[in-house]
């Protein structure tokens, strides 16, 4: 088949030229409101949070054992100490530690003010109220020190971080119950074409079942988004154009698919180019050519092409970012390594090839990729059996079982 990208007029926009267009363009929302942390996974922080303590906030034991002051420890000598209380982990132990004493302490006890160490249960004897320590013992171990964590007034968790539990548990560390983040982007999508059909329905001759709407909505879930589902919108320029311009008055994006193209009821890049502006319009990826970027009044715009896998690619690799930048988070790129290829690929130069692969792994963690399959932009299952993408650059001419290349996995588990 000739690849249609070696019929075009003028060179395609690549992949990061359209990436840098979109970094330039995009800007970011700016309202904000207060959210407690239960509320806050996955939300775009607004303001970077700083801590009021010091975390450790107490000196306190790394592990179980026996607290003690080194000054008693009798150099290269085993000796014994006399065990004169407990601090329990949320229990300090109240009274003085003298010379000749030590503690009994329990992981994360505060420990006392003239104890420097700790050690384990395991390298002491006990007999009644007096330890044994060993000649080997240490002195200023197994405590973790006052703010050796954070230190007050720290950068806990800097703004535009996507906040993750971790990052959630940080800040509740710090003893913060509340975090500004961004407001959530209100995001519209619709099929165009008049061949689809609701699922539920039955399906008439020459009609196929609308498949784009049901993954873009999995696509789209995500805690800083609110999303709406306008349906199924036919090839009809009117109707098409009233959507746009009413969808354009109440959301942040929108973003269709099919009818992208320069079919002759293809309308989608016309009708932003009569209604707004097109940034760019077609990028040269495989699948995934045609992908018209624009605005219309205040909202962004996003033509996805209508094959099913093209839809996929050109939202993981343009939208995703674009809505990363829009909501003020900041812009990652794609985990991506070398992987040794095990199948024989097809590919005509001209356009960067997200092709579909399945990865493993050896016993000596050396990665390789295999086809998932055939490949064209309308079989989902392949791209359903992948669990990444092999990216073959623009130049590429194709790739031999044995040769390297770049692999982008979807997930950080593989089977
Ligand atoms: P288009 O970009 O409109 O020319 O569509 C390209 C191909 O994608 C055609 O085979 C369409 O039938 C198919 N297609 C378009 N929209 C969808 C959709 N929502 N679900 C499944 N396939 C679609
Ligand atoms: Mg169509």
């Not at 775009?44 to 420890?73: C, K, T, W």
């Not at 094959?307 to 996929?312: D, E, F, M, Q």
Request: with cysteine.
């Amino acid at each position: 088949m000739i690849d249609a990208c070696s019929q075009e007029s003028k060179p395609l926009l690549s992949i990061e030229d359209a990436l840098g267009k979109i970094k330039a363009s995009i800007c970011s929302i700016s309202d904000t409101e207060k959210l407690t942390l239960n509320d806050a996974l996955g939300r775009v922080l607004a303001e970077s949070v700083h801590s009021p303590l010091n975390i450790p906030h107490d000196r306190n034991a790394a592990m179980d054992g026996y607290a003690f002051a080194g000054g008693d420890i009798v150099c290269g000598h085993a000796f014994t100490l006399s065990v004169v209380g407990t601090s329990w982990a949320g229990h300090p132990f109240q009274g003085q530690l003298h010379s000749g004493e030590c503690v009994r302490i329990f992981t994360g006890a505060v420990v006392p003010a003239c104890a420097d160490s700790v050690i384990m249960q395991e390298h002491v004897q006990v007999h009644g109220r007096n330890i044994h320590f060993p000649a080997d013992t240490r002195a200023l171990q197994n405590i973790r020190g006052i703010g050796e964590d954070v230190k007050q007034g720290d950068c806990l968790v800097a703004q535009a971080k996507k906040l993750t539990a971790v990052d959630l548990g940080l800040i509740a560390s710090a003893g913060i119950d509340q975090v500004t983040v961004k407001r959530r982007l209100k995001i519209a999508h619709f099929s165009t074409g008049d061949e689809l059909t609701a699922l539920g329905l039955q399906l008439e001759p020459g009609k196929i079942y609308d498949s784009n709407r049901t993954m873009l909505s999995g696509f789209l879930a995500d805690p800083g988004h609110n999303v709406v589902d306008l349906g199924i919108i036919p090839d009809h320029k009117q109707l098409l154009e009233d959507s746009f311009m009413e969808a354009s008055k109440n959301y942040d994006a929108v973003i269709t698919t099919g009818g992208a193209s320069v079919g002759d009821a293809d309308y989608i890049k016309e009708i932003l180019q009569n209604c707004g502006e097109v940034n760019f319009w077609k990028i040269a990826i495989k699948p995934g050519k045609p992908l018209a970027f624009g605005k219309i009044g205040d909202c962004y715009f996003f033509g996805l092409p209508g094959n099913p896998v093209a839809v996929v690619v050109t939202f993981q690799q343009i939208v995703a970012p674009a809505l990363q930048q829009l909501s003020g988070a900041v812009f990652t790129k794609p985990l991506r390594f070398t992987a040794t290829c095990t199948s024989t690929l097809k590919k005509s130069p001209g356009r960067q090839d997200y092709q579909r692969g399945i990865l493993s792994q050896d016993e000596r963690g050396e990665f390789f990729v295999a086809s998932a399959g055939q490949q064209g932009s309308h079989l989902l299952s392949s791209m359903s059996q992948s669990d990444c993408y092999i990216v073959l650059p623009e130049e590429c001419k194709g790739i031999q079982a044995g040769d390297k290349v770049i692999v982008e996995p979807f997930s950080l588990r593989i089977e």
